[in-house]
Structure formats: structure tokens, C-alpha cells
T-cell receptor
């Protein structure tokens, strides 16, 4: 079985401050990890993914995520938050043999001006 | 860019009605998905199709069926709608099962209300 935990339902940060959205996972075998974002009244969009290689993955809109195997985590980060980053963020995991993605429950990020 | 479209943005149906939700993708993708999104529960997979006429149950298939007669189109069917099926339904597609190409493209969603 595979699972994802996003321990924070909501994260609030001030514009210009760094942001972190947390994600931990559980999977058999090598993990393949993803972040998706849902802006208000819009569909989900792919942000970034970790397949193999460098533990720091860079994605769209200045976001990055760090894969930490020992802590089974894949936290999403951005050095300087924008108000337009306010959205619902989903972490997801799959293994190589499991073609299905398992999503977390989502974290609502609010960036205050 | 991949485009995934869903037949309706909003739908209101009555308990017991048969409901069809349709999804079309324009990038010749092999795999298509139906999810439902509920507050506090995230996205849950209802059904998955890995090719034409091929389907597999997801995590919450009860009360739903699917049809994929053409590669570009994936339909979700609620045989007899119930109030606990009130939800946001999201369709997605991706090229194939390979991890290296695993990027899912989502439609805008259909918000279904069952009265």
C-alpha cells in the first residue's frame, strides 16, 4: 500500500517570506513523488516531480521540493512567496509497479500581502 | 498543450437519476482517470482506464461505472445517483504508465449536486 500525509491543512505566510508545505509518504520500493497545485476555480496543474537523481527538484513558478529518503519526506518550498501562490497544494506518490497515484488531502496555502 | 475537457462545469440531479459525466482529451493519451475531490479528503481515484475498453477499479468504485469506447473519451456513469455522490469530479489523462512520463493533465472539473 502507498500513502501520503500532508500534516497541515492550512499554511499562512506573508508575501516575500519563504514558504514550506510539508509532505511525508509511505510506499514499497522506490518512491516517485509529485506536487500538484489547484488555483481557485481552476483544475489541478502539475508543479514538479522527483523520479531519481538530485534530491532537490525544481519546478514551475519558482517552486522546488527536497526529497529526503531517511525522513520519507518531500517538502515543497519557495524562497519568496507571492500572493498569487495562494492555492491548494497536493502531494502524491506512486511506486514503479503501481501505475496509480495516491494523493494527500491537500494543504491550503494563503499568502498575505 | 494537452487539453482535457469535461462536459459540464455544474450539474444538478435528483436521487435515483442516471448521470453521465464525459471527459475528452486531445493528446492521444493512453491512460485516463476519474477522481472525486471532497474537502478534507483530497482526491480519491474512482476508476482508471489504461487503454480503449480497458478499465480498472480505483479506491472508491462503488456506485460508479465507466466506459471508454474511444481513446479520447472516458465517461463516468452514476447508475442511480445518491446524495453522498455530491462532489467535485475531476478527469485526468496521461501519456502512459511509465514513471518517466507520468504527468497527469486535469480537466476543469464537474461540480455535481444530487438532491
Amino acid at each position: 500500500a502507498q500513502s501520503v500525509a500532508q500534516p497541515e491543512d492550512q499554511v499562512n505566510v506573508a508575501e516575500g517570506n519563504p514558504l514550506t508545505v510539508k509532505c511525508t509518504y509511505s510506499v514499497s520500493g522506490n518512491p516517485y513523488l509529485f506536487w500538484y497545485v489547484q488555483y481557485p476555480n481552476r483544475g489541478l496543474q502539475f508543479l514538479l516531480k522527483y523520479i531519481t537523481g538530485d534530491n532537490l527538484v525544481k519546478g514551475s513558478y519558482g517552486f522546488e521540493a527536497e526529497f529526503n529518503k531517511s525522513q520519507t519526506s518531500f517538502h515543497l518550498k519557495k524562497p519568496s512567496a507571492l500572493v498569487s501562490d495562494s492555492a491548494l497544494y497536493f502531494c502524491a506518490v506512486r511506486s514503479g509497479s503501481n501505475y496509480k497515484l495516491t494523493f494527500g488531502k491537500g494543504t491550503l496555502l494563503t499568502v498575505n500581502p | 498543450d494537452v487539453k482535457v475537457t469535461q462536459s459540464s462545469r455544474y450539474l444538478v440531479k435528483r436521487t435515483g437519476e442516471k448521470v453521465f459525466l464525459e471527459c475528452v482529451q486531445d493528446m492521444d493519451h493512453e491512460n485516463m482517470f476519474w477522481y472525486r475531490q471532497d474537502p478534507g479528503l483530497g482526491l480519491r481515484l474512482i476508476y482508471f482506464s489504461y487503454d480503449v475498453k480497458m478499465k480498472e477499479k480505483g479506491d472508491i468504485p462503488e456506485g460508479y461505472s465507466v466506459s471508454r469506447e474511444k481513446k479520447e473519451r472516458f465517461s463516468l456513469i452514476l447508475e442511480s445517483a445518491s446524495t453522498n455522490q455530491t462532489s467535485m469530479y475531476l478527469c485526468a489523462s496521461r501519456k502512459d504508465r511509465a514513471v518517466s512520463t507520468d504527468t497527469q493533465y486535469f480537466g476543469p472539473g464537474t461540480r455535481l449536486t444530487v438532491l
